[in-house]
């Protein structure tokens, strides 16, 4: 029983940096040499470039939302003031 715990966990260990590696660098081909990492690495930071650019559109989507509807409430109680500041 020890014999096979022990062997599970060396298995474990030997495996170690290859689990917590990132998924570019779990690619065999980064070992064998550059046989279609440069594209792995291209692919992630792409896609990084992509959600920080979504998060960006989306902050600034909210935030002329919020502009344009404070114009929107500015101008109607101007109109509102102005209609009762009227008098014939």
Not at 37 to 51: E, K, L, P, T, W
Request: aromatic content about 8%.
């Amino acid at each position: 029983m020890r014999l096979l715990l022990a062997s599970v966990l060396g298995a474990i260990l030997a495996n170690a940096p290859a689990v917590m590696a990132c998924e570019g660098c779990k690619e065999p081909s980064s070992v064998a040499g550059n046989g279609g990492v440069d594209g792995i690495s291209f692919g992630y930071s792409a896609s990084v470039i992509f959600m920080l650019f979504m998060v960006g559109s989306i902050l600034s989507g909210f935030a002329w939302m919020m502009v344009r509807s404070c114009r929107q409430l500015d101008e109607a109680h101007r109109s509102a003031s102005a209609q009762t500041n009227w008098s014939p």
